[in-house]
């Protein structure tokens, strides 16, 4: 492959300049950088409440390591107390490891154009993540499939408003489980060239991932660079299983950010009280991004936080409701008070269908994700029935409503040109400003425009056949599939991507467990 790579490098290839005279390449908003102040909700001394009892979480109860004794050495090679698998952290001792990670970094994109910031005053949006099954108008409730897969990647390519490719955008259920990461690296590599992340379902896919970057960056690039971020779920409570931290001592081995995240439904995996459940959110992540630590000091990571809560008569998770934004506006002030990257956040909801109470708790949880500074929002469009379902009408309703988050953002201009003072000496009492010279050089970016609701006369929406919002989704998901268009990638690459792929595959039998 570092033959290949040094061919090109000279030459080119006939092949790849064909490739990229024809290439079509569509508009991608770079991330969001914030000019608006954060919504500070916790006073400084119920944070410091959290703080002290995190660490008398870690110190006193302690969090298991489980099925990985070379997890609990490294715990006691720097001052933990080993009890079985449980790991008690000295207080301040995790706090201490967790300063060599970053408070910030770049992930690269094929594309460079594309590539993301994530920390500080940055908001990156990535697509939902991990359903089983897909949603259509016409096809429904189903299994989801890697064709549904590859239409997914190519969806979150020709959205605007939408930074990242994300990764398992759904569970492709008819190829084998122990095969199917191969297929979902290809495609977002393939189909896209914005970043993406990488496989954690087992730590030896976690190498495949590195390895497809290596071909698809270069060994010397990946090694230096950060090209994935990829979720390590924690086990809530307070517990690290072996494949998450398998997967996570390969990707900060390698230099690739890792999300240290804990899961949790509140009232089922923490305390049904704010206080309570971001005092163990703390305590997770600060023992999960000290691991990381230990694994490669400087390893870059994402303080994230996924947290619903519970409807008590039916026990099924509940999004978008006030509960949740609390803990994400104090989860975010935890993060910033760490210097880290947050993640929390998304289109989440708990509807059937894109309906009412999808836009009502998918708004909600999109406004808080802004105002509470996450950086990496996972889960921004797509997710349907408590991320069971991907849906694809909801996914480009869900791509065109982050444009208001792209607007709001900007914050507010008072320039010359946002005073409009021009404006109003022109126009003066009683006229208006259609035709004014304001008016006419600001129409075109003074205010956010939906590409997908309709704004027009009800004579004309009546004759154009009544359509709801629904059915402009379906027509607009089936209007970007039919205009897609591959984005260049050297063949060579190409070519040396499915044969890795192919040989991994043929090397070892199906498993669909």
């Known amino acids: 492959m570092s033959e290949t790579r040094a061919r090109r490098s000279r030459s080119g290839g006939g092949a790849a300049r064909r490739a990229e005279r024809t290439a079509v390449s569509v508009e991608t908003e770079r991330y969001i950088e914030r000019n608006i102040p954060l919504y500070e909700f916790l006073d400084e001394a119920t944070l410091e409440v959290i703080e002290y009892n995190a660490e008398t979480v870690l110190e006193e109860i302690g969090v298991n390591f489980v099925d990985s004794p070379e997890a609990l050495e490294r715990w006691r090679s720097v001052g933990a107390t080993i009890e079985g698998e449980r790991v008690r952290i000295p207080r301040g001792l995790a706090r201490q490891l967790c300063k060599t990670a970053p408070s910030k970094f770049v992930q690269h994109a094929r594309n460079p154009e594309r590539n993301v910031e994530i920390g500080g005053n940055t908001l990156v949006t990535a697509p939902v993540y991990g359903p089983p099954f897909v949603r259509d108008r016409d096809g429904g409730r189903r299994y989801a499939t890697l064709s549904d897969f590859q239409k997914f990647v190519k969806l979150g390519y020709m959205s605007k408003y939408l930074h990242h490719s994300g990764g398992t955008v759904c569970e492709p259920t008819d190829v084998p489980v122990n095969k199917r990461h191969l297929d979902m690296l290809l495609a977002h590599m393939v189909y896209s060239d914005k970043p993406f992340m990488g496989s954690v379902t087992e730590p030896s ?69 704010v206080v309570g459940t971001l005092t163990q959110v703390l305590a997770e992540v600060l023992a999960g991004i000290a691991y990381s630590q230990i694994i490669k000091p400087g390893a870059p990571v994402i303080f994230g936080t996924f947290v619903t809560s519970i409807d008590m008569n039916s026990g099924a998770p509940t999004f978008g409701t006030p509960e949740a934004s609390q803990i994400l506006y104090g989860a975010g002030q935890l993060a910033r008070r760490m210097n880290l990257p947050f993640r929390s956040g998304g289109g989440l909801c708990g509807s059937k269908l894109p309906d009412a109470q999808a836009a009502y708790e998918t708004a909600n949880t999109l406004n808080a994700a ?49 005073q409009a003072m021009d404006a109003i000496r022109e126009v003066g009492p009683s006229g208006h400003y259609l035709g004014c010279d304001h008016t006419q050089k600001n129409f075109k970016s003074a205010f956010w425009r939906s590409n997908l609701f309709d704004y027009k006369p009800f004579e004309t929406w009546y004759e154009e056949g009544a359509r709801d919002t629904y059915t402009l989704a379906a027509e607009r998901v089936a209007q970007q599939l039919a205009s897609y268009r591959q984005p260049q990638l050297d063949p060579e690459i190409l070519a040396a991507l499915e044969k890795y792929v192919a040989d991994k595959k043929a090397a070892m039998p199906d498993a669909f467990v």
């Open 205 to 273: 896919r976690a190498r495949d991932s590195v390895e497809m970057c290596e071909i698809l960056f270069g060994k010397e690039f990946v090694q230096n660079n950060t090209v994935m971020t990829s979720l390590i779920n924690i086990n809530s409570p307070l517990t690290f299983d072996s494949i998450m931290m398998g997967a996570l001592e390969v990707f900060a081995s390698n230099n690739q950010a890792s999300i240290i995240s804990p899961f949790i439904v509140g009232g089922a995996m923490a305390p049904v009280s």
């Open 370 to 418: 802004l105002l509470g500074g996450v950086n990496f929002m996972l889960h921004s469009c797509g997710w349907l029935e408590g991320g069971l379902v991907a849906s694809f009408e909801k996914f480009v309703m869900d791509a065109d409503h982050l444009g208001t988050l792209q607007k709001m953002g900007l914050g507010v201009s008072a320039d010359e040109n946002g």
